[in-house]
């Protein structure tokens, strides 16, 4: 027995969103089965390798995967919310029975609204991928991540004899250490670059150090150096950060401001006047540096990657439930709704042709006659003014925390506050949140993952808002063109079109915003994940049989090998602030652009007050697959006269006249 495909529209798209799924699904598993089984080997705590390579390479990497899981999330959190949509959208039985109890259901718009009045088994269906959207928002993002290393080396000082003199038994006890005579070897065998002294201080700056390990700086003069070494190790307690201080050890403040200043902040001027620079009392010529591979990887978290999977696969069958679902058709768009009162009228609206959602949401089900008032509203009126004002204050709290973390961020920054120079999901020793949650193991890892993913969540509540708001300006639109000045049209329908009915778009909204819609929340989620992020530090050091070979550390130093944290990036909550106010003001702006006709009544996503505009009292056969226009229709001898949808000829009502 063959599996039939549906044969309604909706469902088909349904089922288009359900293979997309599916297919998200066969890559995450395909991923995750690929991982787990040819990089076992690397699979430490919980976390794995995907590659190890330089730095540049890893950062450009994790930004190209990055950009495909938020594609991917697109897709899937978009599938899922289409079938929601689908899912709350009323059928004609579920309006009837609400208008009988003087109450009215959402039409075309996603609507909690309707929760209480949908069946049991779409309610179901609805909370499980609603609840399965959640741990979707706070993992996806950071099944993969990157990790930067960071190598502890020891600056050693030394004269310019120490390098030429090959008579080294005059030398003095401390030049004569097994690890000194390990640097002159490796000078004498080739292996240290020689860099100059403002490449130099500009390469042992930077706040993680993955390029080079053990240097010598030869200083001016004859005299053998007092303090021959300076170490540079990982200050674990306090934060995340390499110590590089030791380049400023010396550095005298020359005015108050000065004393301020951290030694980060100081290196450009080091870098500038290396002349000027001097460490122990010594001043410096050149330095030969030890050049190491860089390690940094790009990692995935076994645990998170099979959780997104498992979630993944929970959604494609969800929606496979939706599109081959049965029951009655759902009443998906205005076009499904005045051809189903068209069809059949609805006597619980009868003789309210003028009413609009503003009334019914006053309660008012009085069939009173009432006056005609031609003055086009703004679309501002195609939904509550409780609607708006929740809409616009969540963002507008979103917008105000962003600007007052990013100050609060900003302050703790000490010198040095230029948000371009820290970059774009950048890890910077100056932006790394030092907290309770930098830890080593599997636990960090989701607990970081789930503060870094918060405000993806955040975001996506507030877009469902959004997209409810937008959907509601394109739905009275769209009915706006039904007036009397606005010429015939055939209503656009979900199912197969009939007559002069139209497709529908994707759902209500037109695909001319729809898709932009979905492609700017995609990139804002992009946006988001590199405003936030996940940051993994590997600590290495030179091994103890041969300081020119660097090694992971090991577990019984005083340095935990790995460490998991958070990172932020100032850049990043600057593009996301500028990219809600956009969006917001796009928002207001089609807001507050008047009807073009305005004679029709608002009805908005109101169920009751679509119904009352579909009361043709005349016999009209077939009415709902013909094209239509509003205004008062022929019914002699009947006063006060009436306006309704018709695919017959309609007057223009007249300001001030009473119609019922």
Known sequence: MGISLPRSRWRR??????????????????????????????????VGTVAEQSCSSIKTLNTLVHLVINILSTILLAGSNYCMQCLIAPTRSEIDSAHKSKKWLDVGVPSIRNFSGIADKRRLLWILLSVSSLPLHLLYNSVVFSSTSANLYTAYIVNERFLTDTNRTDFPENMRTPRMNTMYEAFRDGKLERLSLSDCVGDYGAPFQSARGNVLLVKTGEEFPGIPEENATMLIAGGMKQNSDWICKDWEPKSNSDEKTPCDDMLPRFK??????????????????????????????????????????????????????????????????????????DPATKAMCLKSKKDFWKKDWLDMARQYDPRPRRKFAAATRA?????????????????????????????????????????NGKTVIESRLVGEGYQFLVQNAMVANTPQVIMSLLYFTYNALYTSISLVTEWDRFASGGGDKGLRVSSTPRGAQRETYFLQLPYRYSLPLAAFSGGLHWLISQSIFLVNIEVWEPSREDIMKMVATSEDTPYEANLTTCG????????????????????????ARRLRFGGIPVAGSCSAAISAACHPGTDEKDAWEKALRWGVVAVPAVEPRHCSFSSEPVEVPVKGQLYA
């Open 387 to 427: 609607r708006w004002l929740t809409c616009i204050s969540l963002y507008s709290v979103a917008v105000l925390a962003c600007f007052i973390l990013l100050c609060w961020g900003l302050g703790t920054i000490q010198g040095d506050k230029d948000i371009a120079k820290l970059g774009l999901g950048a890890v």
């Open 568 to 591: 932020w990036s100032p850049m990043g909550i600057v593009f996301v602030i500028a990219a809600v106010v956009a969006m917001v003001g796009f928002l207001l702006f089609s807001g």
């Open 13 to 46: 798209a349904a089922l288009g969103f359900a293979l997309a799924a599916v297919f998200t699904f066969a890559v995450n598993l395909g991923f995750v089965l690929w991982a787990t089984t040819t990089k076992r080997g690397t699979i430490r705590n919980g």
């Open 272 to 345: 500038a006047e290396p002349g000027e620079w001097k460490l122990h009392g010594y001043r410096f010529k050149e330095c030969y540096s030890q050049k190491t591979e860089e390690h940094c990887k790009l990692l995935f978290s076994s645990g998170l990657c099979w959780t997104v999977t498992v979630l993944n696969l929970l959604k494609a069958v969800l929606m496979l439930f939706v599109a081959f679902g049965g029951g009655e058709r759902p009443i998906l768009t205005i076009g499904d709704a005045v051809a189903s009162f068209l069809k059949e009228e």
